[in-house]
């Protein structure tokens, strides 16, 4: 299953965690807002939250150690840590929900 935009937040999940650390999700590209590279969003899974992420085209828009959110060459979001491992940085892993919130 995909991710669903309920109007006010996208929710989804992770699909996998690649070789890197990236988190991939089932958040395809184009249920996310036009508009909404170079904006930043919150992502909240379970009690933890995430402030003020960007999303961007590449890593090299933040600074090493950076989480960051971007589309991945599959098509679909990823969070991830620029020079880092954005699922130990966070603490998530396969089928783990959230949400994200533009804005």
Same mark, same amino acid.
């Given at each position: 299953?995909? &991710?669903?935009? $309920? /109007?006010?937040?996208i929710? @989804? %999940? ?17 249920i996310? =807002?036009?508009?909404?590279e /170079? %904006?930043?969003?919150?992502?909240? +899974? &379970? ?6 992420? =960007?999303?961007? =085209? +590449?890593? @090299?828009?933040? %600074? =090493? @150690? ?5 589309? /991945? +060459?599959? $098509? ?6 620029? $020079? /880092? ?5 966070? &603490? ?6 959230? +949400?994200?919130?533009? &804005?």
């Amino acid at each position: 299953a995909v &991710g669903e935009n $309920h /109007g006010d937040r996208i929710v @989804g %999940k992770v699909l996998y965690v690649d070789r890197f650390g990236n988190l991939v999700t089932n958040i395809p590209e184009d249920i996310l =807002p036009q508009d909404g590279e /170079g %904006k930043t969003m919150t992502v909240t +899974s &379970g009690d933890r939250r995430w402030d003020q992420v =960007p999303f961007v =085209p +590449s890593y @090299g828009y933040v %600074k =090493p @150690g950076a989480l960051l959110a971007t589309i /991945g +060459s599959n $098509h679909f979001l990823e969070l991830s840590v620029n $020079h /880092g491992d954005a699922a130990l940085s966070l &603490g998530m892993q396969a089928d783990i929900e959230f +949400s994200v919130v533009f &804005g």
